[in-house]
């Protein structure tokens, strides 16, 4: 038996999984990539997790509208307005 006919991707690595994360979730990957991440979400509690805190935090955002302060989610669980205080602060330019 020969797999050479089957090409197989670079499996994904969790620091790559972060990476590709906010693409996988705008659905931009190509489709052997996304697979790749599918399958390393599917055996890895950890990125699983990210991508979860991730997709919330975009939904939070894009309902939102505009940015506003964390401090008007208060309904929001401690792990997402943490997420949401790191993206504000990596738009929002030091001064
Ligand atoms: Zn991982």
Same mark, same amino acid.
């Given at each position: 038996?020969?797999?050479?006919?089957?090409?197989?991707? !670079?499996?994904?690595? #969790? =620091? @790559?999984? &972060? $990476?590709?994360?906010? !693409?996988?979730?705008?659905? &931009? +990957?190509?489709? /052997?990539? *996304?697979?790749? &991440?599918?399958?390393? +979400?599917?055996?890895?509690?950890? #990125?699983? !997790?990210?991508? !979860?805190?991730?997709?919330?935090?975009? /939904?939070?955002? %894009?309902? *939102?509208? @505009?940015? %506003?302060?964390?401090? /008007?989610?208060?309904?929001?669980?401690?792990? &997402?307005? /943490?997420?949401?205080?790191? *993206?504000?602060? $990596? %738009?929002?330019?030091? =001064?």
């Amino acid at each position: 038996m020969s797999d050479e006919t089957f090409f197989e991707p !670079d499996p994904v690595t #969790c =620091r @790559q999984l &972060v $990476a590709f994360a906010s !693409d996988y979730l705008d659905g &931009v +990957l190509s489709s /052997e990539r *996304a697979r790749a &991440v599918a399958e390393h +979400l599917a055996a890895c509690a950890g #990125c699983h !997790d990210h991508i !979860d805190q991730l997709r919330t935090t975009i /939904e939070l955002t %894009r309902t *939102a509208g @505009q940015a %506003r302060p964390p401090g /008007e989610y208060p309904g929001a669980p401690a792990h &997402v307005r /943490e997420a949401l205080l790191a *993206a504000f602060r $990596a %738009r929002r330019p030091q =001064r």
